[in-house]
C-alpha cells in the first residue's frame, strides 16, 4: 500500500544558539523536545529514513543547539514536494549539565517556542518504560498553558509487548492529566508510528 506521505529529501540546514541564527528561509515546523536519551535522534532519523542525519550519542545532553533539518514531502502521489522544517532541540532533564548552562538552555528554548511564527506543533517525547518525571510534566503544562499545540509521542516502544504498552500509556495520561491524550506509540528500529506521525504533519504543516 502506497503511503500518503513520502520524504523525498531530508537535509540539514543549520543550528542556532540565538534568533539571528536560524535558517533565512523559514518553513511550517514541527519541533522535538524531550529528556536526554529519551531516543530524539533516532526518531528523527528513522522520520527520514537517513540513518546519521541526527546523530546518535550514548552520553545525554549531546544535543546543546538548535537543530534545524529541512524535508521535502510528497502528498498522496502527488508530483509537488512541500518544503517543512523539523526541528531538534536539546534535551531536558540532564542532571550533570552545569547549572548555567541549563538555564542559557532553557532561555534559548523558551524564546523559540514563544516567538516563531513557523512553529505548527511540538512532539514532546516520553520513554514509554517510565511513568513521565517533574520535568516531562512540566514540560507539557507549559506548552498547554501558552497554546502550543502538542502531541505526546512514546519513544521505545520495541522495548514492551502490546499489553505492557496499552497499561503503560494509560499511566502516562494519568500522570499528565489529560485521561483521553492522544499519544503515539514510536519505536525507531521498526519505524512503527512512522506514518501516523507523517500523517499528523500533513495535515499540520502543509499549507
Given at each position: 500500500m502506497q503511503e500518503s506521505v513520502v520524504v523525498t529529501k531530508a537535509v540539514y540546514l543549520s543550528s542556532a544558539v540565538r534568533k539571528d541564527q536560524y535558517p533565512e528561509v523559514r518553513r511550517p515546523e514541527v519541533a522535538f523536545i524531550g529528556r536526554?536519551?529519551?531516543?530524539?535522534?533516532?526518531?528523527?532519523?528513522?522520520?527520514?529514513?537517513?540513518?546519521?542525519?541526527?546523530?546518535?550519542?550514548?552520553?545525554?545532553?549531546?544535543?546543546?543547539?538548535?537543530?534545524?533539518?529541512?524535508?521535502?514531502?510528497?502528498?498522496?502521489?502527488?508530483?509537488?514536494?512541500?518544503?517543512?522544517?523539523?526541528?531538534?532541540?536539546?534535551?531536558?532533564?540532564?542532571?550533570?549539565?552545569?547549572?548555567?548552562?541549563?538555564?542559557?538552555?532553557?532561555?534559548?528554548?523558551?524564546?523559540?517556542?514563544?516567538?516563531?511564527?513557523?512553529?505548527?506543533?511540538?512532539?514532546?517525547?516520553l520513554d514509554i518504560r517510565h511513568l513521565p518525571m517533574e520535568s516531562d510534566r512540566n514540560m507539557f503544562s507549559w506548552l498547554i498553558a501558552h497554546d502550543i499545540p502538542v502531541l505526546v509521542v512514546a519513544t521505545k516502544a520495541d522495548k514492551l509487548g502490546k499489553n505492557a504498552r496499552r497499561t503503560q500509556i494509560a499511566a502516562m495520561r494519568r500522570a499528565l492529566g489529560v485521561p483521553e491524550l492522544t499519544i503515539l506509540p514510536y519505536a525507531s528500529p521498526k519505524n512503527e508510528g512512522r506514518s501516523e506521525l507523517l500523517d499528523v504533519m500533513k495535515d499540520n504543516l502543509i499549507e
Open positions: 536526554s536519551n529519551v531516543g530524539k535522534s533516532s526518531l528523527i532519523n528513522s522520520l527520514t529514513r537517513i540513518r546519521q542525519l541526527a546523530r546518535v550519542s550514548s552520553k545525554p545532553g549531546k544535543t546543546q543547539t538548535i537543530n534545524f533539518y529541512e524535508l521535502l514531502l510528497r502528498i498522496d502521489g502527488g508530483e509537488e514536494r512541500h518544503s517543512v522544517h523539523i526541528v531538534d532541540l536539546p534535551g531536558y532533564g540532564y542532571a550533570k549539565a552545569a547549572r548555567d548552562s541549563r538555564k542559557i538552555w532553557a532561555k534559548f528554548i523558551e524564546e523559540y517556542f514563544l516567538t516563531s511564527e513557523y512553529l505548527r506543533f511540538v512532539c514532546l517525547l
